[in-house]
């Protein structure tokens, strides 16, 4: 996923003045499962709403169950949601780990509730080792019910609800299970996000610990440190413009930026998943698709952009963090410790780790065995460490 940075080379540059046209929204999705009851303002947010279990594909001995829970989008308006639950054999009182996979997709049959079992999610076999050490783990879908890819508050706050939604769903017996998050990348946003807002957010939930990383902080300041060079994985930069756009229809409308091709490419990937993404958009930037520059971005999309930047978001984290980026990091892993850095200052404390020598794909792996030790550290109720 060097991918990141063409990602938000397009979402900064691909935004222009008052929307002309209504923002291209994905398909429903065809199971009624998915779809919110009219009267979803009258549950509260992490209610669920409707439940029912799934053949747990891929995932031996585990039973799923997945569960519509009500969440509120960025317009304040309340929403459904959905998170797919994952229980180990046996029984007892278990720890839950609400793990947010890097989601590059704007279909919503691209969505982890989907991917889970279809081996679309990458990260799937990841969540065996989880499973194995007898954790409960939960899979939001954290880009919503309109795939908003970019909008990380969004993620954090579907997260938390998840995870409310979880523990309330009684047949689960996780009513008072202490709480772990974990994801990389836009994972790590989501998760990220959820940690900063919990103290406000969601303030009775246990969470003990958070690991995250390869996190991006700050989109504009990356689309500033990038440019507008061609990417092979630029498609993935143009779908997260897409993503904001419906979440944010209001104010980061494309249409008034788009060439045809653009307004092309726009339609050909409203609902597709992210190979689909990355072919679409291959070896092309953001002057390929779009008339203007940085140049053009308003005041109010510079207040969206930071709404969805942690560096920004005041917030700070109460639960304990384990952070880490590769050194070679296309995503820049020093704002990410200077973000941890305020986090300490705060008194929070955090581990935050380089790995010598990786890149935004390799450290994935290269962190992930220390992420999971470090949550298994924080339900053994051990001291966490800090390098602040």
Not at 39 to 54: F, L
Not at 68 to 84: K, L
Not at 173 to 185: I, K, W
Request: net charge negative.
């Amino acid at each position: 996923m060097t991918l990141v940075t063409a990602l938000i080379s397009a979402v900064v540059c691909g935004m222009g003045a008052a929307p002309a046209r209504a923002a291209i929204f994905p398909l429903p999705d065809g199971d009624p499962f998915y779809s919110a009851p009219p009267n979803i303002g009258d549950y509260q947010p992490g209610d669920v709403v409707r439940s029912r279990t799934v053949a747990a594909t891929g995932f031996p001995g585990a039973t799923a169950y997945q569960l519509v829970y009500r969440s509120t989008n960025s317009a304040d308006a309340p929403i459904a949601a959905v998170t797919t639950l994952l229980l180990p054999p046996g029984g007892g009182t278990r720890p839950l780990v609400s793990y947010q996979p890097f989601v590059n997709s704007l279909g919503l049959e691209c969505a982890p509730s989907h991917a889970l079992f279809d081996g679309g999610l990458q990260e799937s076999p990841a969540l065996n080792v989880l499973l194995g050490r007898g954790w409960a783990v939960a899979v939001p879908d954290h880009l919503g019910p309109v795939s908003a890819y970019g909008a990380a508050k969004l993620g954090g706050r579907l997260t938390l609800d998840g995870v409310r939604a979880v523990k309330r769903f009684a047949p689960a017996g996780l009513a008072d299970a202490p709480v772990g998050l974990a994801g990389y990348s836009g994972g790590g946003m989501a998760t990220g996000f959820a940690a900063a807002m919990a103290p406000e957010y969601a303030p009775e939930l246990p969470i003990v610990g958070a690991a995250m990383g390869g996190v991006p902080v700050n989109i504009g300041k990356l689309a500033l440190d990038v440019g507008a060079n061609p990417s092979p994985l630029f498609g993935l930069g143009f779908a997260a413009a897409v993503g904001l756009e419906r979440e944010y229809p209001g104010v980061m409308s494309l249409d008034a930026n788009l060439n045809p091709a653009g307004w092309e490419l726009r339609n050909r990937i409203a609902n597709a998943c992210t190979d689909q993404i990355i072919a679409a958009g291959a070896n092309k930037s953001f002057t390929d698709y779009f008339y203007g520059g940085v140049s053009d971005v308003s005041d109010r999309q510079i207040a969206v952009l930071h709404e969805n930047s942690l560096e920004i978001y005041p917030g700070v984290p109460r639960a304990p963090i384990y952070q880490w980026a590769g050194a070679n990091d296309q995503v820049n892993p020093w704002l990410a410790r200077d973000v941890a850095g305020r986090y300490c200052a705060a008194g929070d404390r955090v581990q935050f780790e380089i790995i010598p020598g990786a890149d935004h794909g390799t450290a994935i792996a290269a962190g992930a065995a220390q992420a999971f030790n470090y949550l298994g550290d924080r339900f053994a109720n051990l001291p966490a460490p800090s390098n602040c």
